[in-house]
């Protein structure tokens, strides 16, 4: 007589429907533990972009006025919230904030980010004046810093506020009343 094999013990056997169920079901959670984390790191991704391009524009801005103000040829006056300069070629320039705007002469600039608005603009005198005494004792010139700020605030919620010094020399105007800058 033939022993005839075992048909419990099949080595090709497929799965049963628990071993299925078990299988998809881990599956399923590593597929979706991927798209999340996935789905969460484009997203902290454009949000950092965000914020990037939002200081960068900050900083352009604040970079602009300053630079403006360090290639003029006289400051005129300059308050906690606004500077008025004459550029060399002779035209007036104001910057000021109105209305969460930052104005140029009536003309308010524009912030690329959608809905960014301008919540300080200052410009303050860092240090007193330090005369240089000439050969005859009266002041001749004296040397100042400036110190320009912007904040602005993205309709995010992102805010960005950047300070900007200008080294400042100014001479006594005895032709007009007031002071005379010379950057």
């Not at 090709?12 to 991927?34: C, R, Y």
């Not at 524009?57 to 400051?75: N, P, W």
Request: glycine share 6%; with cysteine; net charge positive.
């Amino acid at each position: 007589m033939a022993s005839q094999p075992d048909k419990s013990c099949r080595p090709n056997a497929g799965m049963t429907l628990v071993e299925l169920v078990v299988a998809l079901s881990i599956g399923s959670i590593l597929v979706s533990l991927v798209l999340f984390s996935w789905t969460f790191m484009a997203r902290h991704t454009v949000l950092q972009k965000r914020k990037s391009m939002f200081y960068a524009q900050t900083e352009l801005a604040a970079s602009m006025v300053a630079g403006d103000v360090r290639r003029s040829s006289q400051v005129i006056a300059f308050d906690a919230g606004s500077i008025t300069f004459v550029r060399t070629g002779g035209d007036t320039v104001t910057y000021r904030l109105r209305n969460d705007s930052l104005v140029k002469n009536d003309t308010a600039l524009r912030f690329a980010s959608d809905g960014a608005r301008v919540v300080r603009f200052a410009v303050e005198r860092e240090d007193a004046p330090s005369s240089v005494q000439t050969q005859t004792g009266a002041d001749s010139s004296c040397n100042a810093s400036l110190i320009i700020t912007l904040g602005a605030v993205a309709a995010s919620g992102i805010a960005s506020e950047i300070r900007n010094r200008v080294k400042t020399r100014y001479l006594p105007d005895t032709l007009r009343s007031g002071i005379r800058w010379n950057y």
